[in-house]
């Protein structure tokens, strides 16, 4: 039988909650949304977590009975990491799951015999916070986080059950792309020419990992009920700190300048490019963690160095392109993004200009075997190629390579170091220089060349035609590349 269930599974912290109950040997119940089941257990596969403690459920907070089709009477541990986590949404809507199905949650806790602890999961802003309604005309998300903070105390004392706070502060990981990671992304793309705040603005943030760890442990100490812990890493540098850390790391400028808040609200939101709903979160509150510290310290918790966990961050963000392309390994090393396997790689693959990493994901796949992509991705920018013109000077199929190299031309000053490269890799000079280099190596060399974009010289090398492929094969036909590759000796 199951004694913990964990409402909001599928998301950014309930994943890694859930994860971490499974490997202290828990019997968890997953409750997910509909549609959300096969986003869960693909992500544990990915973990190589083992499931077979692990019961899904469909669950909806905001229906009666929380939309479970079972009783599930033998839960001891009911967590919530249930919200609807975005700005811009009405006051209606923030309510109605951020404060009256967490309610229904506590509610249906209290129903539960053997009922040991609830924990609810809310924002870091509530230590600062009182609750008032009157907040919801600065962002509803926000302020319904505030309420039911105190609501969920007052109902908690009436219905005498241990209730435990959570208030993590942004947490890191991969997946998650929402508050900082706006900032983060910008910066990559050359669209942060000023930061919010001022110089001691805090935004603190915390590892995923820390949080699941912290989570899990909480309803086997006693002492934790009733309490609310604020989780953050104390060491988190103050924002114009933290983003020039993320801009020394992928190699970009970072902003010399800070706008105040008050500017920032007074001008509309399409000339800063600023949502005023985050602007709450642009403070220099600091936060009494003293008490989530100690709980640590008893259970042997510790973060990790919180400028390696900003880096590994924010290479997710910069290889997913902000979530818009799947989560992939990769990182940047001595100025340079790689992809793949770090260690012992089977392959390694590069590439030429304007492509990146992105453009061996086909024949990655393929190959079936540890690889090693390299990419020099942090070119600084100037002006915009776009994507149709793109694919048409490459002569491959636009596709999510071509999407992958256009945006970051877009970046500033990629496109005009991009072009003076490929102007001087067609001089003369240029081509005589690397011939003499190709006839150095003491490696065993394959050509692979299209059709469409035979060889101009001679060549003592082995050479190998791919029919209907242009100048970039690996691209245009990967699975031929692939099994080219994998035919090797």
Request: net charge neutral; glycine share 8%.
């Amino acid at each position: 039988m199951s004694d913990t269930i964990v409402f909001g599974a599928a998301g950014f912290i309930g994943r890694s909650l859930v994860l971490e109950l499974l490997r202290e040997g828990r019997a968890v119940v997953a409750a997910v949304r509909p549609g959300s089941r096969d986003r869960l257990t693909a992500w544990l596969a990915t973990q190589n977590a083992d499931t077979s403690g692990l019961t899904i459920a469909h669950a909806d907070i905001t229906r009666p009975g929380l939309g479970l089709e079972q009783e599930f009477g033998d839960i001891r541990d009911v967590y919530n990491t249930a919200a609807l986590m975005k700005f811009g949404l009405d006051a209606d809507e923030a309510r109605r799951v951020n404060v009256t199905a967490a309610l229904a949650v506590a509610r249906w806790a209290s129903r539960r015999p053997q009922l040991r602890r609830l924990v609810h999961i809310t924002g870091y802003r509530a230590a600062v916070g009182n609750g008032s309604e009157n907040d919801y005309h600065r962002g509803a998300y926000e302020a319904s986080k505030l309420e039911a903070d105190a609501a969920l105390r007052e109902l908690a004392d009436e219905l005498g059950i241990a209730l435990t706070i959570a208030n993590p502060a942004s947490v890191l990981g991969p997946g998650q792309y929402f508050g900082l990671s706006d900032i983060a992304d910008n910066l990559w793309r050359g669209r942060l020419p000023a930061l919010p705040g001022r110089r001691d603005t805090f935004v603190p943030v915390v590892e995923v990992d820390y949080v699941a760890r912290f989570l899990a442990r909480l309803p086997e100490l006693p002492e934790t009920a009733g309490r609310a812990y604020t989780i953050l890493d104390s060491a988190t540098p103050d924002l114009p700190d933290l983003v020039r850390l993320l801009a020394d790391h992928v190699r970009v400028p970072a902003p010399k300048f800070s706008i105040p808040v008050p500017v920032l609200r007074a001008l509309p939101s399409a000339v800063t490019g600023v949502d005023p709903e985050s602007l709450a979160f642009i403070a220099g509150d600091r936060y009494d963690t003293s008490d989530a510290d100690a709980v640590a310290r008893s259970i042997g918790l510790h973060h990790r160095p919180v400028g390696d966990v900003l880096r590994d961050w924010v290479d997710g963000v910069v290889a997913t392109r902000h979530g818009a392309v799947p989560a992939r390994t990769g990182g940047f090393r001595s100025g340079l993004w790689r992809t793949g396997a770090a260690v012992d790689p089977e392959y390694v693959l590069l590439h030429g200009l304007p492509f990146d990493s992105d453009s061996w994901a086909e024949v990655s796949a393929a190959l079936g075997a540890p690889v090693l992509a390299g990419s020099p991705l942090t070119a600084p920018a100037l002006k915009r190629l776009p994507t149709p013109k793109l694919a048409e000077l490459l002569g491959v199929p636009d596709g999510p390579a071509v999407a992958s190299a256009a945006a970051n031309l877009h970046r500033p000053g990629v496109a005009r170091r991009t072009v003076a490269a490929l102007a001087a890799a067609s001089t003369s000079h240029w081509r005589t220089v690397r011939a003499e280099q190709l006839a150095r190596v003491r490696v065993p060399i394959d050509i692979i060349t299209g059709s469409g974009d035979p060889l101009t010289v001679a060549t003592a090398h082995p050479v190998t035609t791919v029919d209907g492929a242009g100048h970039n094969p690996h691209v245009s036909h990967p699975s031929r590349i692939a099994d080219l590759l994998a035919a090797r000796p």
